[in-house]
């Protein structure tokens, strides 16, 4: 099963791959604390407790596909609570992010959140995630268009 979220964006493809793939402008409405690094291979890492950055993170995440300035796909660790479940090497999710221009300037972006596991542990940090992630979208949609964002998950 994969979670798949959309949202429409009033800004350009290009300003709304900038907000995902800049370390500056991610902080402004994902977590605090990051190291991007926009290239294949490259670091994915968001620091959700930049005061203990051993918790609440995604350090080692890589990114794994990218085409800019329309998609690109990272891997993904999930919060302590489900870390025993979720963050073993060769076991982690992945995340993919696809932006398609629309009329007037605006972009339609699809998220979509793979590699789940079928046991009650992976479903029930499944749904978490859903929930997570549809803040974070509305919290990106804030950033982008009105310079104010919500950081997720700390």
């Known amino acids: 099963m994969t979670i798949k979220q959309e949202i429409h964006i009033d800004a350009s493809p290009h300003t709304v791959w900038n907000a995902w793939t800049n370390p500056d402008l991610i902080t402004v409405w994902f977590a605090p604390a990051a190291r991007v690094e926009p290239v294949v291979g490259g670091r994915f ?3 959700f407790d930049p005061a203990d950055p051993k918790r609440m993170n995604t ?3 890589r990114i794994i596909a990218m085409n800019a300035p329309n998609q690109f796909a990272f891997e993904w660790k999930g ?3 489900f870390a025993d479940v979720m963050n073993i090497p060769g ?6 992010i696809m932006l398609k221009p629309c009329a007037g300037d605006t972009t339609r972006l699809q998220m979509k959140h793979s590699g789940w596991g079928a046991s009650s542990d992976w479903q029930e940090a499944k749904a978490w995630h859903v929930e997570a992630w549809k803040q974070v979208l509305v919290s990106l949609k804030s950033a982008v268009e009105s310079g104010e964002g919500d ?3 700390g």
Do not use: F, M, R, S
């Open 59 to 61: 350090a080692g995440c």
């Open 45 to 47: 890492e968001l620091y």
């Open 79 to 81: 919060p302590d609570p």
């Open 151 to 153: 950081h997720c998950c």
């Open 91 to 96: 076991q982690l999710t992945w995340v993919e």
